[in-house]
Each structure stands twice: as C-alpha cells, then as structure tokens.
C-alpha cells in the first residue's frame, strides 16, 4: 500500500489598495490585489465590509462603493492534482472626494443694498460625482476678522463672506473657500468735455473730485 502523496502548497501575495473616492474608483476589481501562481487551482473572491458599504459582483470581481470606508478581500483558490487549496485577505481603502464651495465675491457701491447670500446664487459647488447632490446646503455669513459682522453701507469696506454648514453624505468631505463683499465708491465719468474747457481745467477738476472722494 502506497501513501497519498501531499499536495504542494500555494503561496498568494497580497497588497492592500487605497484609492479615493471618483467617477472611475465607485466600480473597484480587486484581482490585482493578489499575486497568484499559475500551479494554483480556481480562485474565487469575496468581498466583507468593514467601516465602508457595498456590493460585489461575483461576475465582474468588482466592488461597487456605496459608502466610503474600509473592506476585507479575500481570494480563495481550489485545490489541484499537484497543489494545495490557499486563501489570502487585503484590505481595500476607499477614501472620501473632496468637495469644496467657494462664496462668491460680491461688490456694491457705497448706499446700495448689502447682498443677503440667501439661495445658491451666491456659492459654487464642484466635486460631485454624477448625479451627487449636497444633502445639506451652505449657509454664508458675513465677517470681520473672524468674528460675525453686519455690512455697514454708508462706508467703503471689505467683509469676508464665510460658508460653512454644508453636506454631501458619507463619501464626501468638505472643504471652504471664502469670498468677499466689498463696498465701494460709485465714479460719474464726463461723457463729454465742453469745447472751451482747457486740459489744466479738466485736470484740476478730477483732482478735486478725487480729494473729495479720499478725504
């Protein structure tokens, strides 16, 4: 009676992936996360979330992100003839997009109405992937070195305009850029010069209107 020869092992590499989340990281294959020998038998995989949501297709080996996070990947291979069953684990990151709003700069003349920065006309938003839409809009408030201000009108002056308070769900962080109201000085330009007013006149007309302007 002969014994039964042991089957060779079969050693899988692994190496986590990290990727971020975009329009080509939402559908993730998760093959190239394994070295695997051609002695091996069938490989399978399989896909267990951890902090981050989703669904794998068995067909495609592809992940479908649905919530950013972290995910175990495991490969499975068959035993042959000649070589042993194997299984490996990785583990794939999937990290949030960046989105970011920018308030946009607003400019008025000195006794105009201060802009309210209520509705979107007053932000922009990129970084959302396909259809993705803020789940939560941006409120925009007016400051001065930091702290809430109120426009005053009657002066020339700058505020900041800061957004905050804004959400794009569980695959998105996001990120401000503020803007800036400013208030100036509204300048009435001669249309035309009578024919008998000399350069030196027009000159020292402009000078005092610029005094007065600046004093």
Request: charge should be negative; include cysteine.
């Amino acid at each position: 009676t002969f014994g039964k020869t042991a089957l060779n092992p079969v050693t899988i590499g692994k190496t986590n992936k990290e990727v971020t989340y975009s329009a080509s990281e939402i559908n993730i294959p998760v093959e190239g996360m394994f070295s695997i020998p051609e002695s091996a038998g069938n490989a399978t995989y399989s896909v267990t979330n951890s902090t981050g949501e989703g669904t794998f297709d068995e067909q495609t080996n592809k992940l479908t992100v649905t919530k950013c996070g972290t995910f175990t990947v495991t490969v499975n291979t068959a035993a042959t003839d000649t070589h042993a069953a194997a299984t490996a684990s990785a583990t794939l990151t999937v990290n949030k997009a960046t989105v970011t709003i920018t308030a946009k700069d607003q400019s008025i003349y000195v006794g105009a109405d201060i802009p309210t920065l209520s509705g979107t006309d007053f932000y922009t938003v990129t970084g959302l992937l396909g259809g993705d839409t803020l789940t939560t809009q941006p409120t925009l408030a007016y400051q001065q070195n930091g702290s809430a201000a109120t426009p005053v009108n009657t002066a020339t002056g700058t505020y900041d305009i800061v957004p905050s308070g804004a959400s794009a769900g569980d695959n998105y962080n996001i990120t401000y850029v503020n803007g800036t109201l400013t208030i100036g000085h509204q300048i009435t330009y001669v249309a035309e010069v009578p024919a008998d007013c000399t350069t030196a006149g027009v000159k020292a007309h402009w000078k005092d209107e610029s005094d007065n302007l600046y004093s």
